[in-house]
């Protein structure tokens, strides 16, 4: 199983982080991968809300904080921030 799955049933789109062994923290690619999977559901006009879950006994821990570490070392600043802001953005802009 993926670090992420998106399931669409009755109109319902389930996303299950499914790293336990980790809390279900988000690492940066699971970032990017739910970015992904929220367009996804945005634009299928079958998806009426969107549920998240985590697998495991643990819902989400937060971020990953080793993984931000990782990838803050290997990417400039205003980089970063601008990739923050993008998926805050897009977040805000599915909600309204």
Do not use: W
Not at 29 to 47: C, I, L, N, P, T
Not at 64 to 92: C, P, V, W
């Amino acid at each position: 199983m993926a670090d992420l799955e998106m399931t669409i049933e009755g109109g319902i789109a389930t996303m299950t982080m499914n790293r336990p062994d980790a809390r279900n923290a988000l690492s940066m690619d699971m970032r990017a991968q739910m970015d992904e999977q929220f367009h996804k559901a945005e634009f299928d006009d079958s998806v009426r809300c969107i549920v998240l879950e985590g697998a495991g006994d643990h819902f989400m821990a937060g971020g990953d904080i080793k993984n931000m570490h990782e990838y803050l070392g290997s990417h400039d600043a205003a980089e970063t921030q601008t990739y923050f802001l993008h998926r805050i953005h897009n977040l805000h802009t599915m909600m309204f």
